[in-house]
């Protein structure tokens, strides 16, 4: 990069960063930075909660949301502004929008939980209309977009926006007040990249020693990408689990600002981030969503690392649907190798279903799924069977059994595209 290429790329001065925090002061609530008995005590550090999960749109997106919209010139406001979004920042914009009384657009995809969809109408009330359009963020985006510029709306980017990065950079500056001894590290999640260039930059100037990790999903690693390419590429296809980080081409400002400022990228499993969002709700009565639940899920990946180190965990969300609750254990058990699933080929005579119980089956495993019809003029009928183990050390004598007795066709969790197998 030439040195006018570099003079040129943006950086967040406190000064504006400071100004930021004034202005989101009226509507922002100062979540406090705690600390965590079940974190601290597994990994033999000084772990702390910096939780956004806590204000009033349950994550910390209208800290960025607000700081752009209140920044607008009046005859702008009174056009109106317009964004996209997975269901967060839509939150914060609505709310924005509500409490400026200015008129807003809300684009979102059609596989947004419905809990962030209701939530953003009901924080908009009558100020907002949600349009429901695309499958990924980034679909909504690219409509969005074309509608704005249709209408002369205002854009209000979730993550590559100078006012949204500095709004989000506030989060660093209350970390900084809060904590009662330097901070060695700090992780953050990531999607778009708003909240880690933000936060990467207020930490690099006021605490330098201080590593920030970012955090983004296995199945949409769009920054750690382009961190290995030296650029802003765009994933073809993205998994949309973590629907608070799932975006195929992150910030140009924020690669930039992540590049310069960032210690280390990581990424991790969605079947990890369930089982730590089943962790804090069962041990900590925390109810987190994915995207908020990424930081903590990456601490294992650094155990050795943090190991009597003070450490905080940006918990940044919890919108979480209810009912998403049964694909989320789902996950939590595939990942932790206690929950397998297999075509089973059964012999199409009588007493098979039961010798497939009594002699290929642990005593401790259990069938959570069987699908199965029975097929004549065939010497076996395939099924599909979910088998839930009570020790991972359990799956390979069970796999063994059911070749010794020939029941085995195939193992499914390696293939998910067959998880909708039909006989």
Known sequence: MDELAAAKIY???LEAVRDAKKRISKV?????????????????????????????????????????????????LEKGVICASAGNHAQGVAFACNNMQTKG??????????????????????????????????????????????????????????????????????ILEQATAPIDFVFAPLG??????????????????????GVEPEGAASMTSSLREGQVVELDFIERFVDGAAVQKVGSKNFNLCRENLHQMVTVPEGKICQTILDLYNQDAIVAEPAGAMALSALDFFAEEIEGKNVVCILSGGNNDITRTAEIK???????????????????????????????????DDITHFEYSKKHHRANGPAVVGIELKDKADFDPLVQRMKDYNFYGQYLNNNPDLFQFLI
């Open 192 to 213: 778009g990249g708003g909240l880690l260039a933000g936060l990467s930059s207020v930490f690099k100037q006021l605490s330098p020693q201080t590593k920030v990790i």
């Open 105 to 174: 657009v809300i684009y979102m995809p059609v596989t947004t939980p419905r809990q962030k969809v209701e939530q953003t109408q009901m924080f908009g009330g009558e100020w907002v209309e949600v349009v429901l359009k695309g499958d990924t963020f980034d679909d909504s985006y690219k409509e969005a977009v074309t509608h704005g510029r249709e209408k002369s709306l205002v854009f209000i980017h979730p993550f590559d926006d100078e006012k949204v990065i500095e709004g989000q950079a506030t989060i660093a500056l209350e």
């Open 11 to 13: 950086r967040p001065q």
């Open 28 to 76: 922002t609530l100062l979540t406090p930075l705690a600390p965590s008995f079940t974190y601290s005590r597994k990994f033999k550090a000084n772990v702390s909660l910096k939780r956004e999960d806590l204000q009033q749109v349950r994550s910390y997106k209208i800290r960025g949301a607000y700081n752009k919209i209140s920044s607008l010139p009046k005859a702008q």
């Open 330 to 364: 789902e996950r939590a058990l595939l990942y932790s190798g206690l929950k397998h699933y297999f075509i089973v080929r059964f012999p199409q005579r009588a007493g098979a279903l039961k010798e497939f119980v009594e002699a290929v089956l642990g005593k401790d």
